[in-house]
């Protein structure tokens, strides 16, 4: 794998907002064919992704206003992608976005997150899901347990090994609570940050931050 130099590097965690982390690595191994190739040239973070995709889990006690949650969804990003300046160099203009139920690998968060250094989902991969970012939207019973006072919270979801010892977040968790679709607050910071984007109308909500 080609080494990415210094300044892709800078490149990524000051434009695109993600983060690059250390991981502990074994012994190289030989990709094969179907392994993805990590991407700086656009905020899908992995060229083979032709699209901005999202996929969804429901806290199960809200599967009633499934379709309305993910309408509301659906609306935050047709409102973002109207709203944002970066939306299109983003890469997010080329197709049509999809907002899908079901994430791979992962499950319904359970006990209180932190902010900083959280994971949900399925981790180092040499081969990341469709998905930009996994959704989790949660009741507000189950909201107080995993997020307390806190209206959303940002994680890793997917990393891609860059460099030997050197691994960047492909793709996000968001957990958010059921009442914050369709705020200006979901729409304005969580949500960006969740696409990887910059926030409108302030800093970001939460800053990339290293773990050795």
């Known amino acids: 794998m080609r080494k990415l130099s210094n300044r892709e590097l800078a490149h990524v965690a000051a434009m695109l907002g993600m983060l690059v982390?250390?991981?502990?690595?074994?012994?190289?191994?030989?990709?094969?064919?179907?392994?993805?190739?990590?991407?700086t040239q656009n905020a899908l973070m992995v060229a083979e992704?032709?699209?901005?995709?999202?996929?969804?889990?429901?806290?199960?006690a809200l599967e009633g206003q499934s379709e309305q949650l993910l309408?509301?969804?659906?609306?935050?990003?047709?409102?973002l992608a109207e709203?944002?300046?970066?939306?299109?160099?983003?890469?997010?203009?080329?197709?049509?976005?999809?907002?899908?139920?079901?994430?791979?690998?992962?499950?319904?968060?359970?006990?209180?997150?932190?902010?900083?250094g959280a994971r949900l989902g399925p981790g180092l991969t040499s081969r990341p899901s469709p998905f930009r970012t996994f959704v989790h939207i949660l009741g507000e019973?189950?909201?107080?347990?995993v997020l307390g006072d806190e209206p959303a919270v940002r994680a890793h979801a997917e990393l891609m090994r860059v460099e030997?010892?050197?691994?960047a977040e492909v793709s996000?968790?968001?957990?958010?609570r059921a009442s914050a679709l369709g705020t200006e607050a979901f729409r304005q910071?969580?949500?960006?940050?969740?696409?990887?984007?910059?926030t409108l109308g302030g800093p970001a909500a939460v800053s990339p931050d290293s773990v050795k």
């Open 164 to 167: 030997d010892h050197m691994a």
């Open 49 to 60: 992704r032709r699209a901005l995709q999202l996929c969804v889990e429901l806290d199960p």
């Open 83 to 116: 709203a944002h300046p970066d939306w299109q160099s983003a890469g997010f203009g080329r197709a049509p976005v999809r907002v899908q139920r079901g994430c791979p690998g992962t499950a319904m968060p359970s006990g209180r997150m932190q902010s900083k």
């Open 21 to 39: 982390i250390g991981v502990r690595c074994g012994p190289e191994v030989q990709q094969d064919s179907g392994d993805a190739h990590f991407t």
């Open 189 to 198: 910071t969580w949500l960006p940050t969740g696409v990887g984007l910059k």
């Open 71 to 79: 309408e509301s969804l659906e609306q935050d990003v047709a409102a």
């Open 172 to 176: 996000t968790s968001l957990v958010i």
């Open 141 to 145: 019973a189950k909201a107080q347990e």
